[in-house]
């Protein structure tokens, strides 16, 4: 009916049934890696850390709670522009007309790449020739902050997620709680 979901028939049987089903991506990524940058100028030193990872994708299950329709769970914006007699849109089923939970459709698979800047530490270092007075070696003030930003354009909080806590289920993001940004202040003094 309109509003419902329609499902693909796959291998042109006419019949849409667990036969039409196909692998949608892999959570493993083509290539990941990061890269550490290290700069001075005179007293000053500059720290950098940044990884990415290419071509995951991450299933956002977060997301789909906020599309089913129990009455219980908080939902999307987005959930506004479903199909109404009003609206007919092809983007978003009607109230009643989505997916049975515990269907996977590719609606909830997502683009997992990213770029994250993991760490930046900025230092300073006092000058010897104040520090030989009191008869310390070096002290060093620093600055650090830890998962200052994230590129990407998965909906949630973190594409590098599982939740399963299981290394054969990576990628799936079911209320993974978001990495936390966390800023340091220390002093590192030798006498």
């Known amino acids: 009916v309109p509003g419902d979901v329609k499902f693909l028939d796959t291998n ?4 849409v049934n667990s036969l039409d089903r196909q692998i949608l991506g892999s959570a493993n990524p083509k290539h990941y890696g990061g890269i550490t940058n290290n700069f001075t100028y005179k007293n000053w030193d500059l720290s950098v850390f940044m990884q990415w990872s290419y071509g995951n994708e991450t299933y956002n299950s977060t ?9 219980y769970n908080n939902k999307f914006e987005e959930i506004k522009n479903r199909w109404t007699p009003d609206n007919p849109t092809n983007e978003l ?3 009643t007309g989505g997916p049975q ?18 760490n930046v530490t900025l230092g300073y270092s006092l000058p010897k020739s ?8 070096s002290l060093r003030f620093y600055l650090s902050v830890d998962n200052l930003a ?6 949630g909080y973190d594409p590098d997620v599982s939740v399963r806590r299981d290394p054969l289920t990576p990628g799936i993001d079911f209320g993974a709680y978001p990495r936390s940004r966390t800023v340091r202040f220390g002093l590192i003094m030798n006498l």
């Open 12 to 15: 042109g049987d006419t019949i």
């Open 63 to 71: 997301r789909m709670t906020g599309f089913f329709t129990d009455g």
């Open 93 to 95: 089923w009607s109230y």
């Open 101 to 118: 939970e515990g269907i996977l459709t590719d609606f909830f698979i997502e683009d997992g790449s990213f770029v994250r800047l993991s």
């Open 130 to 137: 104040l520090l030989s007075r009191a008869k310390i070696n």
């Open 150 to 155: 994230l590129f990407t354009k998965y909906k």
